[in-house]
């Protein structure tokens, strides 16, 4: 229990095969007075608290400064084994959690970064007017970004409700070849309904708003989180 609620400071992210974690380390001043943390993970294709799984407290000190300094001196290696015990703990607990919606922004992700590459770093090039194959293939990304935008901002359980009723109670096994054929089905119905803009338009914006673009690409694809 904490008296003056918690403090979250991000501390990166972890790597655990084929997910990427959001790591936080959370302090708070205890009923003992004393400064406690632990450390939070979320994944990168949830914005949701509940989506969370944590340590339990490891840090009890006189000041949060001191959690700090300890927390900065731990290597990745132990983050990424506190990282897999939270889950295993989690999973005891309340079952595994595997959300439809996180399947399905993966796969547009990586869809996303095959069709218009890297493009969204510092020293990314950025294309022109004169290259409109290449100027297509960014606004076919930017169209999947913006349905796994959505999806991100729906709730798990209304998502797998709304793909139930597009595939007429079909269901998508990711471990199956069919997964891509089913997951096309939801999205081009979800793209469907999404006031996105026609290419020119588009075109036109993007030539005179370069950056904002790749900030947006680098922050959904790169930093696992909404932009």
């Known amino acids: 229990m904490s008296i003056h609620g918690e403090r979250r400071r991000s501390v990166g992210f972890l790597e655990r095969g084929e997910q990427s974690w959001a790591c936080f380390l959370v302090t708070f001043v205890g009923e003992d007075?004393?400064?406690?943390?632990?450390?939070s993970f979320r994944p990168s294709h949830s914005e949701l608290?509940?989506?969370?799984?944590?340590?339990?407290?490891?840090?009890?000190?006189?000041?949060?400064?001191?959690?700090?300094?300890?927390a900065r001196s731990l290597g990745r290696p132990l983050l990424q084994g506190l990282l897999d015990s939270a889950i295993h703990t989690d999973a005891k607990q309340n079952g595994t959690r595997d959300h439809l919606r996180g399947r399905f922004?993966?796969?547009?992700?990586?869809n996303s970064v095959d069709i218009a590459g890297e493009w969204t770093g510092?020293?990314?090039?950025?294309?022109?007017?004169?290259?409109?194959?290449?100027?297509?293939?960014?606004?076919?990304?930017?169209?999947?970004?913006?349905?796994?935008?959505?999806?991100?901002?729906?709730?798990p359980r209304d998502f797998e409700s709304a793909v139930d009723d597009i595939l007429a109670g079909e269901r998508i096994d990711f471990r199956t070849k069919d997964r891509v054929?089913?997951?096309?089905?939801?999205?081009?119905?979800?793209e469907a309904l999404l006031p996105l803009p026609d290419f020119d338009t588009w075109a036109q914006d993007f030539l005179s708003n370069p950056e904002a673009y790749r900030l947006y690409a680098h922050t959904l694809h790169r930093e696992g989180r909404l932009p």
């Open 33 to 39: 007075a004393s400064w406690h943390g632990y450390f």
């Open 49 to 70: 608290r509940d989506d969370e799984v944590r340590t339990t407290n490891i840090f009890v000190e006189r000041t949060e400064s001191e959690i700090h300094l300890k």
């Open 105 to 110: 922004r993966s796969l547009l992700k990586q």
């Open 122 to 155: 510092e020293k990314g090039p950025i294309p022109n007017d004169g290259e409109a194959d290449r100027l297509r293939s960014l606004y076919e990304s930017y169209r999947l970004d913006q349905v796994s935008h959505f999806i991100c901002l729906v709730d």
């Open 181 to 190: 054929q089913f997951a096309r089905m939801v999205v081009d119905h979800i």
